[in-house]
């Protein structure tokens, strides 16, 4: 079935250092989502990215899909403790499933 | 208010009892998923729905089941069956379409003694 693998597991900064999580699909995907888990929270939709090579901006978040549609970044600029939290990737190949990656524990320390 | 609704948020069971987690929605979603979180491994799909009365298994559905006789409702149940079945279950639901956001619940916290 569908892998979606994201690295790496764990991330820790420096406030204000620059943070990047990958994430990679064994097959061609349709669109690509982000969500962030707060600890103790739920996952909450980021961002979607569907063009080959799109690349999306929020604020201090910088989103890329790769151009085979297979792979894609996220990249938070200088980092601010509320950032903390895990970041996931989402893919979807049509529109019967969503396969999430593992996910990236970020923390920050001040 | 519209949005998912997943009850209770902590769920104790002794082993070999099934036990089924709420799920409900308001939001007008015909897609339904069931999620399952562990430390270090992410979400992976238990099953979805894309309509009422359909469903399919995911990646680890053995030892769940679930039904979807109404468009609001997603319930699943954690039958004895399932091996390891302490863990946070994650509902969420998303309009028909590739391109549609998930929206999820606040989870159950099931743990099992």
């Known amino acids: 079935g569908q892998q979606v693998m994201q690295i790496p597991q764990y991330q820790h900064v420096q406030e204000g250092e620059d943070f990047t999580t990958y994430c990679n699909s064994s097959t061609t995907l349709s669109n690509i989502q982000w969500y962030k888990q707060r600890p103790g929270g739920h996952p909450v939709f980021l961002i979607q990215?569907?063009?080959?090579?799109e690349v999306k901006k929020q604020k201090r978040l910088t989103f890329q899909f790769g151009e085979a549609k297979k792979n894609s970044s996220l990249h938070i600029t200088a980092t601010q403790t509320t950032d903390v939290g895990t970041y996931f990737c989402?893919?979807?190949?049509?529109?019967?499933?969503?396969?999430f990656g593992a996910g990236t524990r970020l923390t920050v320390k001040p | 208010d519209g949005g998912i609704t997943q009850s209770p948020k902590y769920l104790f069971r002794k082993e070999g009892q099934n036990v089924t987690l709420s799920c409900e929605q308001n939001l007008n979603h015909d897609a339904m998923y069931w999620y399952r979180q562990d430390p270090g491994q992410g979400l992976r799909l238990i099953y979805y729905s894309q309509i009422v009365n359909d469903f399919q298994k995911g990646d680890i559905a053995e030892g769940y089941s679930v039904s979807r006789e109404k468009k609001e409702s997603f319930p699943l149940t954690v039958t004895s069956a399932q091996k390891n079945p302490t863990a946070f279950y994650l509902c969420a639901s998303s309009p028909p379409g590739a391109n549609t956001e998930a929206f999820f619940g606040q989870g159950t916290r099931l743990t099992v003694v």
């Open positions: 989402a893919g979807r190949r049509n529109n019967n499933d969503m396969r």
């Open positions: 990215l569907v063009k080959s090579g």
